[in-house]
């Protein structure tokens, strides 16, 4: 069966940095695009950033310059570096990715969640 665990999230003070972490396991043949979304309370859910299998990047407009995305494709995992945190950076972060099992036809997979709260 394959998962998505999210690990990294907690709270931080403004100005901080967290690094969020994303791994897909179970039995996979491969793995295509990765993205963090964020679901804030009271707010839509959001596409915070994106990178494809290949290494191709994007990323929200209210993130620019202050996180960035990764992945190892040799691990299966995706990386989110927070720096410069604000307040209203405070949201569930999920990672999804496109990934197609050892078995079965390619699907879209979610973790469970990490919750960021950026807080003095």
């Known amino acids: 069966q394959v998962q998505l665990v999210e690990s990294g999230g907690g709270l931080v003070q403004p100005g901080g940095s967290l690094r969020l972490s994303c791994a897909a396991s179970?039995?996979?043949?491969?793995?295509?695009?990765m993205c963090w979304y964020r679901h804030a309370t009271g707010k839509e859910r959001e596409l915070v950033a994106s990178?494809?299998?290949?290494?191709?990047?994007t990323y929200a407009d209210s993130v620019k310059g202050r996180i960035t995305i990764s992945r190892d494709n040799a691990k299966n995992t995706v990386y989110l570096q927070l720096n410069s945190l604000k307040p209203e950076d405070t949201a569930v972060y999920y990672c999804?990715?496109?990934?197609?099992?050892?078995?079965?036809?390619?699907?879209?997979?979610w973790g469970q969640g990490t919750q960021v709260m950026v807080s003095s």
């Open positions: 999804n990715a496109y990934l197609r099992p050892s078995r079965g036809p390619s699907d879209t997979y």
């Open positions: 179970g039995h996979i043949f491969s793995v295509g695009a």
């Open positions: 990178i494809s299998s290949s290494g191709t990047t």
